[in-house]
Nanobody, 124 residues
Framework: QAQLVESGGGSVQAGGSLRLSCVVS????????MGWFRQAPGKDREFVAA????????HYSDSVKGRFTISRDNAKNTVYLQMTTLKPEDTATYFC?????????????????WGQGTQVTVSS
């Protein structure tokens, strides 16, 4: 069974930075594209960022473009989300997910495996 475990969440003031990590086991990490999603209270889960198998193709939502960076270390089976210039509206539970679909990476339905999330809280 695939297992994805997120870490790195916490509380930070607006303008600060956090780096989230997701360690993957139980699947061929190098054969999967990885994505980050987030869900705020009372809202639907939304796409944040994704990276293909070799990291050569990345995609970001408009709300985080220029502030967040997704990267991966295949030797460590780990994907990262570096978040800078954080805003209160970034407050959410952040989820890591894995997919072998490279066309629909921004769609929640494309992902087969999910972590349980890590909380990010940004105060003003």
């Amino acid at each position: 069974q695939a297992q994805l475990v997120e870490s790195g969440g916490g509380s930070v003031q607006a303008g600060g930075s956090l780096r989230l990590s997701c360690v993957v086991s139980g699947l061929s990490f190098n054969w999967h594209s990885m994505g980050w999603f987030r869900q705020a209270p009372g809202k639907d889960r939304e796409f944040v960022a994704a990276s293909t198998w070799n990291g050569g193709n990345t995609h970001y939502s408009d709300s985080v473009k220029g502030r967040f960076t997704i990267s991966r270390d295949n030797a460590k089976n780990t994907v990262y989300l570096q978040m800078t210039t954080l805003k209160p509206e970034d407050t959410a539970t952040y989820f890591c997910a894995a997919t072998r679909n490279i066309v629909e990476m921004s769609k929640e339905s494309a992902y087969d495996s999910w972590g349980q999330g890590t909380q990010v809280t940004v105060s003003s």
